[in-house]
């Protein structure tokens, strides 16, 4: 192991904290300017833009024929991108979720979850059904760009007709600018990480197995996880979720969608994953809803439980692929005692929910 091994280690977390405060500063500003909601922003520009390593590495993968590889990309990065992300970005400090995304894109991103089991249950992901999973986000972007110009019209209609101010487009310019460098540095970032990485993962005898499994998932999901935690940081809460929300869309619909062209007899789905990474991945998506409807706020705890799991679960994964010896006690621990309470636990907050608001697009927010 080089030197210049650690160098790119160093370099590819700079970029990203870089490239992801360019994104939110860019994408934050730029809503100001045109009136777009910034929610509306983190579900389009800066979802779509931070997965651009998962539509490279998939796509790649495809055409190098490792379908799997490029499967096991998105479920893996879904499952990272809730657990993880929202869990770090809740700690370090509540998420306020608004009721578009109960509304409208949690159920949406449930349902392409489903979509996504259903279709895979022939093992393998059919150039055809690509087509109606890029279909389907196309007419995704669509509604959200209708939705915006509805909200900008009716807050000048609220405000009397107004005039709004004059738009610089010079400043305008800038910040796309500053979103397309911010994207670019989050590419790259992530690239050099997961170069780096994996060849420290070698030097130390990990499995290409292992490797996959953890460092090239987790590392293609990065530019999520510095979009969203500087998000957080800045106070731009309403983009770091939405981010989450709309990167998982954005890589069932899309990414799989758009890789799935390239494979003319579809991408085959292995057996392990319909039996297990899948579901996981759907489930998660559901634990969404009722946790949201709590107040339409994930509190510390709740990202704290978010992130306990994402913890549990790659821990299963590597005693699965090393075949370890705690496995069977791991294994019996989770389904007959954790995740059997988690159940229990998210039923209870979503009847609580419904309780307290008489149906929850009513419900108040938590103060």
């Given at each position: 192991m080089s030197i210049m091994t650690l160098v790119f280690l160093v370099g590819g977390l700079g970029l990203l904290v870089l490239g992801g405060e360019w994104l939110v500063r860019g994408a934050s500003r730029l809503a100001a300017i045109s009136g777009v909601p910034p929610l509306i922003i983190g579900l389009t520009v800066v979802s779509f833009g931070t997965s651009a390593p998962e539509l490279a590495v998939s796509?790649?993968?495809?055409?190098?024929?490792?379908?799997?590889?490029?499967?096991?990309?998105?479920v893996g990065s879904n499952i990272f991108n809730i657990l993880f992300i929202l869990g770090i970005s809740a700690l370090i400090g509540p998420l306020a979720v608004q009721r578009q995304l109960i509304r409208v894109d949690v159920p949406l991103m449930i349902g392409a979850s489903l979509a996504l089991l259903l279709i895979s249950l022939d093992g393998s992901i059919s150039p055809i059904?690509?087509?109606?999973?890029?279909?389907?986000?196309?007419?995704?972007i669509g509604w959200q760009i209708i939705q915006s110009r509805r909200q900008k019209t009716a807050h000048t209609a609220a405000e009397g007709g107004s005039a709004q101010a004059p738009r610089d487009?010079?400043?305008?310019?800038?910040n796309l600018v500053l979103i397309g460098a911010g994207l670019g540095l989050l590419v790259l970032g992530s690239r050099?990480?997961?170069?780096?990485?994996?060849?420290?993962?070698?030097?130390?005898?990990?499995?290409?197995?292992?490797?996959?499994?953890?460092?090239?998932?987790v590392g293609t999901s990065?530019?999520?996880?510095?979009?969203?935690?500087?998000?957080?940081?800045?106070?731009?809460?309403?983009?770091a979720v939405g981010n989450v929300i709309g990167s998982n869309l954005f890589n069932i619909l899309g990414i799989l969608g758009i890789s799935s062209w390239f494979a003319p007899e579809g991408i085959l789905v292995p057996a392990a994953a319909l039996a297990f990474d899948i579901p996981v991945m759907v489930a998660v998506a559901l634990a969404c809803l009722p946790i949201f409807l709590t107040g339409f706020r994930?509190?510390?705890?709740?990202?704290?439980?978010f992130l306990s799991y994402y913890i549990a679960y790659t821990a299963f994964l590597i005693l699965?692929?090393?075949?370890?010896q705690a496995l069977p006690v791991f294994s019996s621990a989770m389904?007959?005692?954790?995740?059997?309470?988690?159940?229990?636990?998210?039923?209870?907050?979503g009847i609580r929910a419904a309780l307290q608001g008489n149906g929850w697009p009513q419900m108040p927010m938590k103060r």
């Open positions: 796509t790649q993968a495809v055409l190098g024929g490792q379908g799997d590889i490029a499967l096991g990309n998105v059904d690509g087509i109606f999973l890029a279909t389907s986000l196309f007419a995704y487009i010079r400043n305008i310019f800038f050099w990480l997961v170069d780096s990485a994996s060849t420290i993962a070698r030097f130390f005898g990990l499995s290409e197995l292992i490797i996959g499994l953890t460092i090239v998932a990065l530019p999520e996880v510095a979009a969203s935690v500087i998000a957080a940081l800045r106070g731009e809460r309403d983009i994930v509190e510390r705890w709740e990202g704290g439980l699965t692929a090393s075949n370890h389904a007959t005692v954790v995740l059997p309470v988690t159940a229990v636990g998210l039923i209870i907050l």
